[in-house]
């Protein structure tokens, strides 16, 4: 699926993602950052977020770690608009609009020492082509950040939205953020050559996995 999908209208995304800034990203998906991938990844990694929306979390990045060079790479314009948009202390990210379902991505090799995908791999034709292109672009001892998605049954899922009637766009979602569930995305990440280094439950919703190449 890509923005272009009718059921998606880009700038209430914007705002959705905006606004829902601190349950997305709650301070036990900081916590998990902190003890799982801020060792691995040294005082100024380059990092690529992919998918990266409307740019909050590289905005958070950029703050947690001054000396990082951030890259933020997604396929709609109203989300890089955002993101450009945004101030970053110690300098704005590179941005590159690409659509995360065709490789190469607009990455160099062995360039990252870290990938972040956040509520995003969910959404692509198929996962692997982003695994891929996350290994050949990850440096030696770089990490893979995937926090996203996992598959709730609906009664929980819909539950966890806040009802039916919360948002007209849940049934239309609802396939997608329910797509793989934990085990799932283990084994997939297994699957393309990733080893598990750390995971954490940040949201009902959600996993976090770190991993690094095998
Ligand atoms: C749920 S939002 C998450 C945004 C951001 N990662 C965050 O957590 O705030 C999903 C993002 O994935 C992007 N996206 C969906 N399909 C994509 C694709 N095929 N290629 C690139 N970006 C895509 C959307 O434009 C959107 O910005």
Excluded: K
Aim: negative net charge.
């Amino acid at each position: 699926m890509t923005t272009a999908d009718s059921r998606w209208n880009e700038n209430a995304m914007v705002e959705r993602m905006s606004s829902s800034r601190g349950r997305r990203y709650p301070p036990e998906f900081w916590a998990f950052f902190d003890s799982a991938v801020l060792p691995r990844i040294g005082d100024a990694p380059a990092i690529a977020d992919l998918g990266c929306g409307p740019g909050l979390l590289l905005q958070d990045l950029a703050l947690r770690l001054p000396g990082a060079t951030l890259l933020g790479v997604d396929v709609s314009d109203a989300m890089l608009a955002n993101a450009q948009a945004l101030e970053f202390s110690g300098g704005a990210p590179s941005f590159e609009q690409h659509d995360l379902n065709d490789a190469p991505y607009p990455v160099e090799n062995a360039s990252l020492d870290l990938c972040v995908t956040a509520s995003v791999t969910c959404f692509l034709d198929n996962p692997l082509v982003l695994f891929a292109e996350v290994r050949r672009t990850l440096r030696p001892g770089g990490v893979y950040l995937l926090y996203d998605w996992r598959r709730q049954t609906l009664a929980d899922y819909i539950e966890n939205r806040g009802g039916l009637d919360a948002d007209p766009a849940l049934m239309g979602v609802q396939p997608y953020h329910n797509r793989f569930t934990v085990d799932e995305w283990r084994w997939l990440l297994a699957e393309s050559g990733f080893e598990l280094v750390g995971e954490a439950h940040p949201r009902i919703s959600h996993v976090a996995l770190a991993s690094v190449p095998r």
